[in-house]
């Protein structure tokens, strides 16, 4: 927990914030648990696949702050978070 909130506000705001991953996998279950079986793993991770590019079409607001939020997360990690400012 100390490790949590050694973190800014932004950041930890980001990470406990599941709604869209969860809102995701409820999508991507609608898809797939309407397929009795598949002929192939391949199969499934196309099915992913095209689902989730249908999905991203409704991604439309930015993270709040997300400017701030990343900045953050650059110094936090240091060489491990590339940001492209041109």
């Known amino acids: 927990l100390s490790a949590y909130f ?7 705001k980001m990470i406990y914030t599941t ?3 969860e809102g995701y996998h409820r999508q991507v279950r609608k898809v797939t648990k309407t ?3 598949f ?9 992913v696949y095209l689902a989730t590019r249908r999905i991203e079409k409704k991604w439309s607001s930015p993270l709040h ?3 701030l939020t990343v900045q953050q997360l650059a ?10 400012i041109n």
């Open 65 to 67: 702050n997300w400017g």
């Open 35 to 37: 397929k009795g079986a």
């Open 75 to 84: 110094i936090k990690f240091e060489g491990r978070l590339k940001l492209d």
């Open 39 to 47: 002929t192939s793993d391949m199969a499934l991770l196309k099915l």
């Open 6 to 12: 050694a973190y800014t506000k932004s950041i930890r």
């Open 19 to 21: 709604n869209a991953v």
